[in-house]
């Protein structure tokens, strides 16, 4: 998760995400291969002598931003302990972004209590 969110700042490269996270080199290297292998990210060559590459998120990966902030969220309400959490912004204007539920056919927003599930059909 720690890795992911690193990412979705902007840290792309093993030693800016492995100085960022403070990790050890092979655990950080284990964790990456296991993003890249279950094509949550993708590795990306941007240097050739010697060898060396970006973690880029996938199609697959990006989609994993609300569930990241959700938990972020969460941990922030009920885990922090009075430390600092943080606002997320809407990078265009500025302006807090909250999370919820849209329903595109009434056009409106709700919460989780308002959520009914049903089983998909082949």
Known sequence: MLVLR???????RFDELQVGLGIARPVLADRLATLVNTGILEKIPYQEHPPRYEYRLTPMGVELSPALVALMRWGDRWLAH???????LHGACGTELEQGFWCPTCEMTFGP???RSRATTA
């Open 6 to 12: 690193d990412v979705f700042r902007g840290r792309h």
């Open 82 to 88: 009075d430390q600092v959490g943080v606002v997320l």
């Open 113 to 115: 209590r308002a959520i």
